[in-house]
Nanobody, 123 residues
Framework: QVQLVESGGGLVQAGGSLRLSCAAS????????MGWYRQAPGKQRELVAA???????DYADSVKGRFTISRDNANNTVYLQMNSLKPEDTAVYYC?????????????????WGQGTQVTVSS
């Protein structure tokens, strides 16, 4: 089985910073991509930032220039550095991983989600 464990959420004032971490463990052969999504109350879950194994990144327009996604490939861990936080960044942040689990089937991809971590930005 595969687990994604997130950490780093919390309460911060507007303009402050937080760093989220997500570590993937278990039956993993190769991680294709990892990313962060968020869901605010009454809204749909949306992409915040994603990072492929090749190093390509994708950011939501609302976070460009403020958030940075990075990855520790050796430990299957992805980070989200969030600077200049705004009240509208308040949401539950979820980590997602796309990965393969076996060298016998390296192109078979599975999707996993973390349990979510709350980020609250006060004005």
């Amino acid at each position: 089985q595969v687990q994604l464990v997130e950490s780093g959420g919390g309460l911060v004032q507007a303009g402050g910073s937080l760093r989220l971490s997500c570590a993937a463990s278990g039956s993993i052969f190769s991680v294709k991509s990892m990313g962060w999504y968020r869901q605010a109350p009454g809204k749909q879950r949306e992409l915040v930032a994603a990072l492929t194994s090749a190093g390509s990144t994708d950011y939501a327009d609302s976070v460009k220039g403020r958030f940075t996604i990075s990855r520790d490939n050796a430990n299957n861990t992805v980070y989200l550095q969030m600077n200049s936080l705004k009240p509208e960044d308040t949401a539950v942040y979820y980590c997602k991983a796309l990965l393969s689990k076996s060298s016998l089937h390296p192109t078979t991809t599975y999707q996993y989600w973390g349990q979510g971590t709350q980020v609250t930005v006060s004005s």
